[in-house]
């Protein structure tokens, strides 16, 4: 596609239930990027994945979040169990040098 | 001490206006500094790129980067109500292998008509 595409665009869930969030990334981008971006935090990296390497985790918060990205293409943000401190917006990115932003998926945990 | 720090804001300047936004870092190793602009619920978008120290001009925007200080300007001329959104400073970490954007908190800036 012509962009990066997020979805859901807006999610409200209660505490304790699990999420899933969608990101498309530009055909042919090799590298992928999940970051989370609270309210006067700046944006927080989550987790990288390169082609078919081994994604760096190092950012993700706590085992309650994972993520995947299937056939190099299309990656999924899970988050387990979620909290009230999860609510932010959930951006992702790709990449063949500079980053490309989805508009992200507001997550709110009520 | 965070990686890179951005003054908050918010700004409020008059149409017009000069901007001038600022972030310093800690690792004098960084080398690749960026601007993003964001609109209200988009993700950021690049505005400029600059790789080590001195000046950057396209239109407009001016970014500076001042590696002895480590300290990096984003200066806005004839600012515009269309101007107004939040400016992130980044930094890329070439120290690893993912190559991440490290952020600012971001500052919001309002130009008024």
């Known amino acids: 596609g012509a962009g990066v595409s997020q979805s859901p665009s807006n999610k409200v869930t209660e505490k304790g239930k699990d999420v899933e969030l969608r990101c498309d990334p530009i055909s042919g981008h090799t590298a992928l990027y999940w970051y989370r971006q609270s309210l006067g935090q700046g944006l927080e990296f989550l987790i990288y994945f390169q082609g078919n390497s081994a994604p760096d985790k190092s950012g993700l918060p706590s085992d309650r979040f994972s993520a995947e990205r299937t056939g190099g293409s299309v990656s999924t943000l899970t988050i387990q169990r979620t909290q009230q401190e999860d609510s932010a917006v959930y951006l992702c990115?790709?990449?063949?040098?500079?980053?490309?932003f989805g508009s992200g998926t507001r997550l709110t945990v009520v | 001490q965070k990686e890179v720090e951005q003054d908050p804001g918010p700004l409020s300047v008059p149409e017009g206006a000069i901007v001038s936004l600022n972030c310093t870092y800690s690792n004098s190793a960084f080398q690749y500094f960026m601007w993003y602009r964001q609109y209200s619920r988009k993700g950021p978008e690049l505005l400029m790129y600059t790789y080590s120290s001195g000046n950057k001009e396209d239109g407009r925007f001016t970014a500076q980067v001042d590696k002895s200080s480590k300290y990096i300007s984003l200066f806005i001329r004839d600012s515009q109500p269309s101007d107004s959104a939040t400016y992130l400073c980044a930094i890329q970490d070439l120290g690893g292998a993912t190559n991440k954007l490290i952020f600012g908190t971001g500052t919001l800036l309002a130009v008024q008509p």
């Open positions: 990115a790709s990449s063949l040098g500079s980053y490309t």
